[in-house]
């Protein structure tokens, strides 16, 4: 467990993007019939998501987000000097995305750019990166981008995540300022568990071939996929949950000294409805501090948490805010942040 102290950094603003294209979960019959997807859809708790069509990337939503950021803040673009963009489904294998985002958004060519592959505690950790870069002097303002079209990234023949994922993108924008005192992180990762959520093939430890890509049945309930799809054992996963951010988020109260009645909002991420019920059962939350957007997205991966605060928050960070953010999953790897929040711009939901 890692566990770190910032002082005087935070976030002033954030923006989210989703695609146009609503898919309601009830129609999404396809490939299974109606009583198996009513009674999928009503145990997860997703009754629409959002899916991007096939020229449609996450850095197309990050951008969109940051464009409309930048403008309601008033943002100078050549005075960001830090550009960090978090995905598991980028453009290319190379160049990095946030180098070719740094010239499509109009950024100095002094920009610092660089790209996280992290799946759905990607947001915690890439805030943690740019809050760590932003001790430094030399780094005033900075652009946190996070971005995953995870629609294209799993079977709709595979019952366990057709009805689970969807797309979006958001922007932050991070800077320097006396009033945000003091925020905490902890950071956790267990390489044992790699295969709980995983893609086999495709890479370069299994290169992508003609078998790869060969649709095949996969257990006793006929689900299909093949091994360039995404899989997730969720039993062993939700075991994984309930063991683990518990224990989590006494650690970060523990070391923060942040007492939990002074948290304004736990933000966490939308796995699903069962499981966030759960943790906010165990943890003894108020639901009312819980917000949640899983009906309307689906589980957008590390885009969860922070499309929760924008579709959730809006109007809700203007004065200040104690923000508890927790994320989990594909790794595995956990995280959790305690986060000041104060007079933080959040501009309308963007389509596109």
Same mark, same amino acid.
């Given at each position: 467990?890692?566990?770190?102290?910032?002082?005087?950094?935070?976030?002033?603003?954030?923006?989210?993007?989703?695609?146009?294209?609503?898919?309601?979960?009830?129609?999404?019959?396809?490939?299974?019939?109606?009583?198996?997807? $009513?009674?999928?859809?009503? $145990?997860?708790?997703?009754?629409?998501?959002?899916?991007?069509? /096939? @020229?449609?990337?996450?850095?197309?939503?990050?951008?969109?987000?940051?464009?409309?950021? !930048?403008?309601?803040?008033?943002?100078?673009?050549?005075?960001?000097?830090?550009?960090?963009?978090?995905?598991?489904?980028? /453009?290319?294998?190379?160049?990095?995305?946030?180098?070719?985002?740094?010239?499509?958004?109009?950024?100095?060519?002094?920009?610092?750019?660089?790209?996280?592959?992290?799946?759905?505690?990607?947001?915690?950790?890439?805030?943690?990166?740019?809050?760590?870069?932003?001790?430094?002097?030399?780094?005033?303002?900075?652009?946190?981008?996070?971005?995953?079209?995870?629609?294209?990234?799993?079977?709709?023949?595979?019952?366990?995540?057709?009805?689970?994922?969807?797309?979006?993108?958001?922007?932050?924008?991070?800077?320097?300022?006396?009033?945000?005192?003091?925020?905490?992180?902890?950071?956790?990762?267990?390489?044992?568990?790699?295969?709980? !959520?995983?893609?086999?093939?495709?890479?370069?430890?299994?290169?992508?071939?003609?078998?790869?890509?060969?649709?095949?049945?996969?257990?006793?309930?006929?689900? !299909?996929?093949?091994?360039?799809?995404?899989?997730?054992?969720?039993?062993?996963?939700?075991?994984?949950?309930?063991?683990?951010?518990?224990?989590?988020?006494?650690?970060? !109260?523990?070391?923060?000294?942040?007492?939990?009645?002074?948290?304004?909002?736990?933000?966490?991420?939308?796995?699903?409805?069962?499981?966030?019920?759960?943790?906010?059962? $165990?943890?003894?939350? /108020?639901?009312? @501090?819980?917000?949640?957007?899983?009906? $309307?997205?689906?589980?957008?991966?590390?885009?969860?948490?922070?499309?929760?605060?924008?579709?959730?928050?809006?109007?809700?960070?203007?004065?200040?805010?104690?923000?508890?953010?927790?994320?989990?999953?594909?790794?595995?790897?956990?995280?959790?942040?305690?986060?000041?929040?104060?007079?933080?711009?959040?501009?309308?939901?963007?389509?596109?």
């Amino acid at each position: 467990m890692a566990l770190l102290r910032f002082s005087n950094i935070g976030m002033t603003g954030i923006a989210a993007a989703v695609p146009q294209t609503v898919i309601n979960n009830y129609g999404y019959t396809q490939h299974f019939p109606a009583d198996q997807v $009513k009674e999928v859809v009503d $145990k997860i708790g997703i009754k629409e998501r959002r899916f991007a069509d /096939d @020229k449609t990337c996450s850095s197309d939503l990050c951008c969109a987000a940051a464009e409309k950021l !930048i403008h309601e803040m008033g943002i100078n673009k050549s005075e960001i000097d830090l550009l960090v963009f978090v995905s598991q489904t980028p /453009d290319y294998r190379m160049p990095a995305t946030s180098i070719i985002l740094q010239d499509r958004l109009g950024l100095s060519n002094r920009t610092l750019a660089f790209d996280i592959s992290l799946g759905c505690s990607g947001f915690i950790y890439g805030l943690s990166v740019v809050y760590s870069f932003m001790q430094h002097q030399g780094i005033q303002n900075a652009l946190l981008l996070d971005g995953e079209t995870r629609s294209k990234v799993y079977s709709p023949k595979d019952r366990t995540s057709a009805f689970l994922f969807g797309d979006g993108g958001v922007a932050a924008v991070i800077e320097r300022n006396e009033k945000f005192g003091d925020s905490y992180f902890s950071l956790n990762s267990d390489g044992s568990r790699e295969s709980l !959520i995983k893609i086999n093939a495709g890479g370069y430890r299994h290169p992508s071939s003609s078998d790869t890509l060969k649709e095949k049945i996969v257990d006793e309930f006929g689900n !299909i996929r093949n091994e360039e799809q995404g899989y997730m054992n969720g039993g062993d996963v939700f075991n994984f949950v309930i063991r683990e951010i518990p224990k989590d988020f006494y650690h970060i !109260i523990d070391f923060s000294g942040v007492k939990k009645s002074n948290i304004d909002f736990f933000v966490f991420h939308q796995a699903n409805e069962f499981m966030n019920n759960y943790l906010v059962k $165990k943890l003894e939350i /108020d639901q009312v @501090k819980a917000p949640t957007n899983l009906a $309307k997205f689906g589980n957008v991966s590390s885009v969860s948490l922070p499309l929760t605060i924008v579709s959730e928050l809006q109007n809700e960070l203007k004065d200040r805010k104690i923000l508890f953010l927790s994320a989990f999953g594909v790794g595995m790897t956990w995280a959790s942040a305690i986060i000041n929040v104060e007079n933080c711009i959040i501009p309308n939901l963007v389509e596109i």
